[in-house]
């Protein structure tokens, strides 16, 4: 929705409801995981980094090698495998936003709420 204020003074509203549904996942039906094996990566030294850095960043995987390359995927609905963690869907916004517009340049502001 537009509305023009005065002459040169606008406002602006709109409004915006997400909704996230059939989202798909692909699964290899070869692997399973056990298949995967857990590794650390060291941080640099840094002073910007907490600690100085050098620290050990884990929660990485990587496949093993006997099931490297072996590859039988099925695409299907998320859904199959559980109930997604967070429901996005009903997410809405609001953007409301007033212009005034100048003899060089327009000028305004923009504010976004989410609930």
Same mark, same amino acid.
């Given at each position: ?15 915006? +409801?997400?909704?996230?549904? =059939?989202? @798909? &996942? #692909?699964?290899?039906?070869?692997? /399973? ?33 006997? +099931?490297?390359?072996?590859? =039988?995927? @099925? &695409? #299907?609905?998320?859904?199959?495998? /559980? ?33």
């Amino acid at each position: 929705m537009q509305h023009e204020v005065t002459q040169g003074l606008a406002v602006n509203a709109t409004y915006t +409801r997400h909704w996230y549904g =059939n989202v @798909l &996942v #692909t699964d290899n039906l070869l692997v /399973a995981p056990s298949d995967y094996s857990p590794y650390c990566v060291t941080a640099p030294a840094d002073a910007r980094l907490p600690d100085g850095g050098r620290n050990q960043i884990c929660g990485f995987y990587d496949i093993n090698p006997n +099931r490297f390359g072996q590859v =039988n995927n @099925l &695409v #299907t609905f998320a859904s199959n495998f /559980a109930a997604p963690e967070r429901d996005l869907s009903g997410r809405r916004s609001v953007d409301q936003c007033l212009w005034q517009r100048r003899r060089y340049c327009p000028a305004g502001f923009s504010n976004s709420a989410c609930n």
